[in-house]
C-alpha cells in the first residue's frame, strides 16, 4: 500500500554531500510504499497513492541515527550521579558498579530494559541505533550482551576495552580481549571500541586493541580526550579510525589530526552535562573540517537519555552549531560511523525513516528546547 504525506512545511532531505548542498524543500510532499520513499517533491506535483495522509503544515526531516549507545545494562547509579552534582568528579571506575549487576541479571531482564530503552528512542525519532558490549568483561557476558544488543539494535560494537575488571591482571584481561573474546563475539559485531583514558586503557593497549580488531575486519571507534588530553583522539587518527567519541579535550594537533584522517568527532553532549566536563568543541571542530556527529551516549553512569532532541538542542545552542550542521550531525554523521548508506537521508528507493515535527521547522527542536515535538515517526524498511 502507498501513502501520500502532504502538508509538509519543510522537507528536510540529507540528499547531498553536505548540510549546505542539501535540499530543503518547502511545501512538500512524500510517498512512501511498502517501507521505502517512492517519490518526493513539491505537493502540487505529487502523484495519486492509495492513501493520503495531511500533516497540516509540520516539518519533516529523517530519523536520527544515534551512533553511541550502552543500551545493554542492570541496575542503576543515581547515587553515582548525586554524588557528582555535590563535587565529586567522573571516574572511568564506576562502570565496574554496572558490570556487577549486569552480569547478575537475567538475559530476561537485560533484553526487556534495553527493549524498553529502544522503544523510548523510536518514540522520539530514533529510527537507527547503535549499542556497545562493555558490562560484562569476561567471554560469556560479553557475548551476551552482543547477542542481546544484536536483537534490539540496529549495529553492535565490541567494547571489551571498556575497563580492566578489579582484581583481574591488567596483562591477562588485555590479552583475553584481543584473543578469545573477540573470537568469541566477532559473529555479533560490526566494529570495536575502547576506553583509552586515564583509569582504564593507555594508549599502547589501546592500540594493541583496535589493531587486533582491524585483523578481525572490524570498524575502529574510540572513546577520547573525555577527562583529558590521553592521546585516543590522535590515536584515531593515526589509525584512520570510523570515529573518536567524546573530545572535550583536544589540541590544535588533534583537531588537525582529525581533519586530516577525515574520522568523525562523535559529540555526546548529554554526556558532557552530566559529568560537568567541558562541552566538547564543536564549533572548532567544523570550522577545521572534522566530520561530525551527534550521539546520546545513553547509559546509566554518564548520559542516562534517549533523547536525540535533547543533544541536538544543546549543540546548537551551547556548542554553537547551526541547525542545519546539528540535524546532518544527528542524521548523516552517525549514519556514517557505522557505515550505512542508506540511513540519515531521505531518497528515494531509500528507507522511509521520517520523523515528523510537531512544529513547522526544524528550528523549533532548538527555539523550543525541551518540549517534545515529535507528532510522528515512520521507520522505513531494513535490508
Given at each position: 500500500?502507498?501513502?501520500?504525506?502532504?502538508?509538509?512545511?519543510?522537507?528536510?532531505?540529507?540528499?547531498?554531500?553536505?548540510?549546505?548542498?542539501?535540499?530543503?524543500?518547502?511545501?512538500?510532499?512524500?510517498?512512501?510504499?511498502?517501507?521505502?520513499?517512492?517519490?518526493?517533491?513539491?505537493?502540487?506535483?505529487?502523484?495519486?497513492?492509495?492513501?493520503?495522509?495531511?500533516?497540516?503544515?509540520?516539518?519533516?526531516?529523517?530519523?536520527?541515527?544515534?551512533?553511541?549507545?550502552?543500551?545493554?545494562?542492570?541496575?542503576?547509579?543515581?547515587?553515582?550521579?548525586?554524588?557528582?552534582?555535590?563535587?565529586?568528579?567522573?571516574?572511568?571506575?564506576?562502570?565496574?558498579?554496572?558490570?556487577?549487576?549486569?552480569?547478575?541479571?537475567?538475559?530476561?531482564?537485560?533484553?526487556?530494559?534495553?527493549?524498553?530503552?529502544?522503544?523510548?528512542?523510536?518514540?522520539?525519532?530514533?529510527?537507527?541505533?547503535?549499542?556497545?558490549?562493555?558490562?560484562?568483561?569476561?567471554?560469556?557476558?560479553?557475548?551476551?550482551?552482543?547477542?542481546?544488543?544484536?536483537?534490539?539494535?540496529?549495529?553492535?560494537?565490541?567494547?571489551?576495552?571498556?575497563?580492566?575488571?578489579?582484581?583481574?591482571?591488567?596483562?591477562?584481561?588485555?590479552?583475553?580481549?584481543?584473543?578469545?573474546?573477540?573470537?568469541?563475539?566477532?559473529?555479533?559485531?560490526?566494529?570495536?571500541?575502547?576506553?583509552?583514558?586515564?583509569?582504564?586503557?593507555?594508549?599502547?593497549?589501546?592500540?594493541?586493541?583496535?589493531?587486533?580488531?582491524?585483523?578481525?575486519?572490524?570498524?575502529?571507534?574510540?572513546?577520547?580526550?573525555?577527562?583529558?588530553?590521553?592521546?585516543?583522539?590522535?590515536?584515531?587518527?593515526?589509525?584512520?579510525?570510523?570515529?573518536?567519541?567524546?573530545?572535550?579535550?583536544?589540541?590544535?594537533?588533534?583537531?588537525?589530526?582529525?581533519?586530516?584522517?577525515?574520522?568523525?568527532?562523535?559529540?555526546?553532549?548529554?554526556?558532557?552535562?552530566?559529568?560537568?566536563?567541558?562541552?566538547?568543541?564543536?564549533?572548532?571542530?567544523a570550522d577545521a573540517g572534522v566530520p561530525l556527529a551527534i550521539a546520546t551516549n545513553c547509559?546509566?553512569?554518564?548520559?542516562?537519555?534517549?533523547?536525540?532532541?535533547?543533544?541536538?538542542?544543546?549543540?546548537?545552542?551551547?556548542?554553537?552549531?547551526?541547525?542545519?550542521?546539528?540535524?546532518?550531525?544527528?542524521?548523516?554523521?552517525?549514519?556514517a560511523v557505522l557505515g550505512v548508506d542508506d540511513r540519515g537521508a531521505i531518497r528515494v528507493?531509500?528507507?522511509?525513516?521520517?520523523?515528523?515535527?510537531?512544529?513547522?521547522?526544524?528550528?523549533?527542536?532548538?527555539?523550543?528546547?525541551?518540549?517534545?515535538?515529535?507528532h510522528r515517526v515512520l521507520q522505513g524498511a531494513r535490508g
Amino acid at each position: 500500500m502507498s501513502e501520500l504525506l502532504t502538508g509538509i512545511a519543510e522537507l528536510t532531505t540529507h540528499d547531498g554531500p553536505t548540510p549546505a548542498e542539501s535540499t530543503r524543500l518547502t511545501d512538500a510532499a512524500v510517498v512512501v510504499e511498502d517501507g521505502r520513499v517512492a517519490w518526493l517533491g513539491p505537493a502540487s506535483t505529487a502523484p495519486a497513492a492509495d492513501v493520503r495522509t495531511d500533516l497540516g503544515g509540520r516539518a519533516v526531516l529523517p530519523g536520527w541515527v544515534d551512533c553511541h549507545t550502552h543500551l545493554v545494562f542492570a541496575g542503576d547509579r543515581a547515587a553515582e550521579f548525586a554524588a557528582r552534582l555535590d563535587g565529586r568528579p567522573y571516574a572511568a571506575g564506576g562502570i565496574a558498579t554496572t558490570v556487577e549487576a549486569t552480569r547478575a541479571a537475567s538475559d530476561e531482564e537485560l533484553r526487556a530494559a534495553a527493549a524498553r530503552l529502544r522503544a523510548e528512542a523510536l518514540a522520539g525519532g530514533t529510527t537507527t541505533l547503535e549499542t556497545k558490549t562493555g558490562y560484562g568483561l569476561d567471554v560469556h557476558a560479553e557475548v551476551r550482551l552482543a547477542r542481546i544488543g544484536r536483537e534490539v539494535a540496529d549495529s553492535v560494537t565490541f567494547l571489551g576495552a571498556h575497563l580492566v575488571p578489579p582484581g583481574v591482571d591488567r596483562r591477562a584481561y588485555l590479552d583475553l580481549v584481543v584473543g578469545p573474546m573477540l573470537d568469541a563475539v566477532r559473529p555479533l559485531v560490526d566494529a570495536i571500541d575502547v576506553f583509552c583514558e586515564t583509569g582504564a586503557f593507555t594508549v599502547d593497549e589501546a592500540r594493541e586493541v583496535l589493531l587486533a580488531g582491524r585483523a578481525a575486519g572490524l570498524r575502529l571507534r574510540v572513546h577520547g580526550g573525555q577527562l583529558g588530553e590521553s592521546g585516543g583522539v590522535a590515536l584515531a587518527a593515526e589509525l584512520g579510525a570510523a570515529s573518536v567519541d567524546h573530545v572535550n579535550h583536544v589540541s590544535a594537533a588533534d583537531v588537525d589530526a582529525l581533519a586530516g584522517a577525515r574520522v568523525t568527532a562523535v559529540l555526546l553532549p548529554a554526556a558532557d552535562l552530566s559529568t560537568r566536563e567541558p562541552l566538547a568543541p564543536a564549533r572548532r571542530l567544523a570550522d577545521a573540517g572534522v566530520p561530525l556527529a551527534i550521539a546520546t551516549n545513553c547509559n546509566p553512569g554518564s548520559s542516562f537519555t534517549t533523547s536525540m532532541a535533547f543533544c541536538v538542542a544543546t549543540a546548537v545552542l551551547q556548542q554553537r552549531l547551526s541547525v542545519a550542521e546539528a540535524l546532518w550531525a544527528a542524521t548523516r554523521g552517525g549514519a556514517a560511523v557505522l557505515g550505512v548508506d542508506d540511513r540519515g537521508a531521505i531518497r528515494v528507493g531509500g528507507p522511509a525513516d521520517l520523523h515528523v515535527l510537531d512544529a513547522p521547522s526544524a528550528a523549533h527542536l532548538a527555539y523550543r528546547p525541551g518540549v517534545p515535538l515529535t507528532h510522528r515517526v515512520l521507520q522505513g524498511a531494513r535490508g
